[in-house]
């Protein structure tokens, strides 16, 4: 985010907490001045909340040019 933040994209972070989410927002735009940064709420263990995200997008009426999809990962070993 920061990269395409620094060459003046129009970045759109997402967070499922958007007090964390819009603090993330702030220090990027302090450190790059950019200011085409947004957060949008988007929790993916609700397909309902996914459902909504696409919508509040789609109003938006922007173009998507490139999506990161970066999620953390909890890998479990089961021994049996």
Request: with cysteine; net charge positive; hydrophobic share 45%.
């Given at each position: 985010?920061?990269?395409?933040?620094?060459?003046?994209?129009?970045?759109?972070?997402?967070?499922?907490?958007?007090?964390?989410?819009?603090?993330?927002?702030d220090?990027?735009?302090?450190?790059?001045?950019?200011?085409?940064i947004?957060?949008?709420?988007?929790?993916?263990?609700?397909?309902?909340?996914?459902?909504?995200?696409?919508?509040?997008?789609?109003?938006?009426?922007?173009?998507?040019?490139?999506?990161?999809?970066?999620?953390?990962?909890?890998?479990?070993?089961?021994?049996?």
């Open positions: 985010a920061r990269a395409l933040a620094t060459a003046r994209a129009h970045v759109i972070i997402t967070a499922r907490d958007m007090a964390k989410g819009a603090e993330v927002v220090e990027l735009k302090k450190s790059t001045g950019n200011e085409h947004d957060v949008m709420e988007l929790d993916l263990s609700s397909l309902t909340a996914v459902r909504n995200f696409v919508q509040r997008f789609r109003e938006r009426k922007l173009p998507i040019h490139l999506l990161i999809c970066k999620s953390n990962v909890l890998a479990i070993c089961l021994r049996g």
